[in-house]
């Protein structure tokens, strides 16, 4: 298991759930916490230049463990159930062109808000397709180029479509692809699943990436999750991939990213040797 925190570039909007600003700075900063890679939160794959990223991954050591979308949908307005064809077709260029990097630097990407909501007037039945038949075709661009799709359930004051983890895993039953999966995140997981660690381990086939934060979206250990309670159930769950600290950075993000290492790395480490 590695552990990656989530950052974006400087122009990232506040709607953007990451703990650093600024690549390269938070690069650094990552790799001097002790974190494995960063989790690269983009709106677009143009948004950074693939050589430079390869220099500072390489400069401090770093990876990319995954690519995350919740600029597409929280500042460009899209999402795959879109009734528009036009922006509907734009949002599915957006993720081929996220997909090409993914495939150069951690060979996923997450879709979270991205996936769409039911809209006032429409079915949860056309919804359902609709976000079906785009699933499929990102899915097939992805299986191109060896990238995985991650969806992420969402809490119902977020969205009002795919909140808990069975949702998310009987929905991927119907997409029917080898190359998707899911991203538990156990801040809202706290609020829609029955119980986390039963869930978790209900649903671990599905499992690809996993989001960290307390119940407060804070850094862990400053609400109440029972963090080792996650990682028994992980590890019952038989995984082996990334963990990834998706908090609120409050007024001092370089002590809430070190207080989510801090607490996490001794869980990670004794995860590791068992």
């Known amino acids: 298991m590695k552990i990656a ?17 600024g690549f390269k700075e938070s690069i650094k900063k990552a790799s001097e916490c002790g974190y494995d890679g960063v989790e690269l939160a983009l709106k677009d794959a143009s948004e950074i230049d693939e050589g430079r990223l390869k220099q500072w991954l390489e400069l401090y050591g770093m990876e990319v463990s995954c690519i995350s979308t919740g600029q ?7 999402y795959f159930t ?5 922006i509907h077709r734009e949002t599915v260029g957006v993720f081929a062109g996220l997909i090409k990097l993914a495939s150069v630097f951690g060979g996923k990407v997450n879709i979270g808000r991205a996936r769409g909501f ?4 429409s079915s949860r039945q056309m919804t ?3 976000f079906i038949e785009t699933m499929r075709e990102i899915c097939d661009i992805a299986g191109q180029y060896n990238v995985e799709m991650i969806l992420e359930p969402v809490n119902r004051y977020e969205i ?6 069975d949702e998310g895993a009987a929905i991927l039953e119907q997409v029917g692809r080898t190359n998707c999966g899911l991203q538990p995140d156990v801040f809202h997981m706290n609020i829609e699943d029955d119980d986390i660690g039963k869930s978790l381990m209900r649903n671990k086939k599905w499992i690809r990436y ?3 934060a307390d119940s407060n979206r804070y850094a862990p250990g400053m609400g109440h999750i029972d963090f080792q309670g996650v990682f028994d159930a992980l590890r019952m769950a038989d995984y082996d991939g990334w963990v990834s600290v998706e908090i609120l950075p409050g007024e001092d993000p370089d002590k809430m990213a070190k ?3 801090q607490y996490l790395k001794p869980l990670i480490q004794q995860y590791n040797k068992s």
Do not use: C, Y
């Not at 597409?72 to 899209?78: K, N, P, S, T, W």
């Not at 009002?160 to 983890?165: H, R």
């Open 5 to 21: 925190v989530t950052v974006a570039g400087s122009e990232a909007k506040e709607s953007a759930f990451v703990v650093w600003r």
């Open 72 to 78: 597409v949908f929280a500042d460009r307005g899209m």
């Open 160 to 165: 009002n479509f795919i909140n808990s983890v």
């Open 128 to 130: 359902e397709k609709r």
């Open 118 to 121: 039911i809209p006032e007037g």
């Open 259 to 261: 207080t989510s290492i």
């Open 82 to 86: 879109h009734q528009d064809p036009v």
């Open 210 to 212: 996993v989001h960290l």
